[in-house]
């Protein structure tokens, strides 16, 4: 079962990049890497899945570099609404129960 | 389309007292089901999933158990309440030929007092 580790926290200004580093180094073949955005009392909101590579949706991008052991969720230009708490996940979810296992997430305050 | 609904949505409960929570899934069908729970500032702990009817796997040993007795229903309980029982429990599902991609209920928020 992969771990992943993240920073505590990040401080950001409005208008900057972001960029969050995970590192998952027991990372399996069949895994993938999904990211997730929490604000407080609400459920954790899908933002972007990966396997390898790059991959870039309209609100992120993943890079995930070729040994798979790490990936980083960038955030472009962020803005005062996007201070939430982000979590890495490893796993593939297989009909084999395959736990889906947060890690401790990284906190990131955006200041005007 | 597929929503996930949990209720009640706040409990505040005495020590000692039962507790269930209620998850349903609608728009899908036999979906792997996850309760996890999140203490205040804290991450995400995965308490229980179930890849079907009556299947159900336990993470952390504690004196909480889960149920499922249709498809698209997943239930949490206790028979005894204790403290540290408080926090922020959440349903979620995936996709069976999914990668992942978890889809969240709104959240129970549990206050044990």
């Known amino acids: 079962l992969a771990k992943t580790t993240q920073p505590i926290s990040m401080d950001s200004y409005e208008g900057q990049e972001v960029n969050i580093t995970c590192s998952h180094n027991?990372?399996?073949?069949?895994?993938?890497i999904t990211w997730y955005q929490q604000f407080p009392s609400q459920g954790p909101r899908f933002i972007i899945q990966g396997y390898k590579t790059k991959v870039t949706n309209e609100v992120a991008s993943l890079f995930i570099p070729a040994d798979r052991k790490s990936s980083t969720l960038s955030l472009p230009r962020v803005s005062l609404s996007d201070t939430a708490v982000y979590y890495c996940?490893?796993?593939?979810?297989?009909?084999?129960?395959?736990?889906?296992?947060f890690g401790g997430g990284t906190r990131l305050m955006v200041k005007p | 389309s597929q929503t996930i609904h949990q209720w009640p949505a706040t409990l505040v409960q005495p020590v000692g007292s039962p507790l269930s929570l209620e998850c349903t899934v609608e728009g899908t069908s036999n979906p792997n089901l996850y309760w996890y729970r999140q203490a205040a500032g804290r991450g995400l702990q995965l308490l229980f999933y179930s890849v079907g009817i009556g299947q159900i796997s336990s993470e952390v040993p504690q004196n909480l158990s889960a149920s499922r007795p249709q498809d698209r229903q997943f239930i949490l309980s206790s028979k005894k309440l204790l403290l540290s029982d408080s926090g922020f429990y959440l349903c979620?599902?995936?996709?069976?030929?999914?990668?992942?991609?978890?889809?969240f209920g709104e959240g129970s928020r549990l206050t044990v007092l």
């Open positions: 996940l490893v796993g593939d979810g297989s009909n084999a129960g395959n736990m889906l296992t």
């Open positions: 979620a599902w995936d996709r069976l030929s999914n990668t992942g991609e978890l889809f």
């Open positions: 027991n990372i399996a073949t069949n895994d993938y």
